[in-house]
């Protein structure tokens, strides 16, 4: 979701959510800086937690973890202390949207979705017909690098300016240097121009910093 904070009502003290829990479109991002005071007890929908902990004047990284049914967990870290301290359901993974209407990054955006429609498992895939196998982030900028090298490697420009822009991104663990990848299969790369390459890298990086989506965290490209 971009920015903000969403308050959800009749809890004392309130609490500072995403528009719902478990919607995986929004990646349940809770805003930036947004306060929960020690001992709260949030109900939304069917889940129920209690907190112990405070995210205001935060200093540091906040490895708190507190469970919040079988399958998801709260994470409060400040560890993007770029936008300050924020909590996350990462087991519902976040989601980054790419609009192929842009006129920056557009035709980057085109490329994914193209890739995505070809990859037999449709990796990365959220849109109107399904959600497909989420991709992971990686946080190691050496195998990232790996990754980029493993996607572009032969790659000669046929446009002015043109730039290799892979997909699955070079700072995912499905990248093109993962075992067993095979291109066409599991990776593969569109011709842009640097700037939209560039443009759709602020985009991607943008999604990890406001999502706090941190090394392992899953996450789906949407292409509108």
Known sequence: MNGGCHEITGLTPSLILAPSLGVSEDAAYWGVRCPVATGAVVNAGQESVSYGLVLDNVVGPLPETVAVSSNQQVRCDNVRGNIGAGCVLPKTGGVIEFDRSNANNGPAAVGYLNWQVAFPDHRGYNGPYGVYTPLTYLGDSTR???????????????????????????????????????????????????SVNSSAGGVLGGGYTSQHILDGDKFWAKIL
């Open 144 to 194: 990232q690098n790996q990754n980029r090298t493993a996607a572009c490697r032969g790659f000669v420009a046929t446009i002015p300016n043109g730039s290799c822009d892979e997909y699955p991104f070079a700072s995912t663990y499905e990248g093109a240097a993962a075992p067993g990848s095979s291109y066409g299969v599991t990776y593969g790369r569109t011709e842009v121009t640097s």
